[in-house]
């Protein structure tokens, strides 16, 4: 586990998904590590992904959203792009940041949404119900 991020993986087997609970910086190496075992754990279970973000802060630039979701090896497999990944964030100044990602996302056809201190709706989505 990169020594910017702390998180924990679990299944969360009423709503159907994979939980990730989540803190620090997060950048392009560490985002992709946790994306990996996330769509890989979600893609064993057939589940959906809800991770929180509330307490994670971006490291990275406008240019670097925009290239994730292009180079994230974990959406390689077409299979893991449709796996549905919630993201529940904090209000604040990462908000705008957190929606163009979603945005290039779904151009990239990966299922990707962002929830402001919603969590209910956030796992729903996530688990398709």
């Known amino acids: ?14 709503f159907h998904v994979v939980h990730i609970d989540a803190y620090g910086i997060l ?3 560490n985002a992709q590590e946790l994306s990996i075992k996330a769509r890989e754990t979600a893609s064993k279970y057939n589940y959906g992904i809800f991770y929180d973000f509330r307490d994670i802060f971006l490291d990275g630039s406008i240019a670097d959203i925009y290239i994730f ?31 163009f990602f979603v945005t290039v996302s779904r151009n990239c056809g990966v299922l990707n949404h962002v929830f ?14």
Do not use: Q
């Open 69 to 99: 979701p292009r180079e994230n090896k974990a959406v390689e497999d077409i299979h893991h792009r449709r796996i549905r990944a919630a993201f529940l964030i904090s209000s604040g100044e990462e908000v705008a940041d957190w929606e």
């Open 1 to 14: 586990m990169d020594s910017k991020i702390e998180y924990t993986i679990k299944l969360d087997d009423f």
């Open 27 to 29: 950048d392009f190496s």
């Open 116 to 129: 402001i201190e919603d969590e209910e709706n956030a796992l729903r989505w996530a688990s398709g119900r």
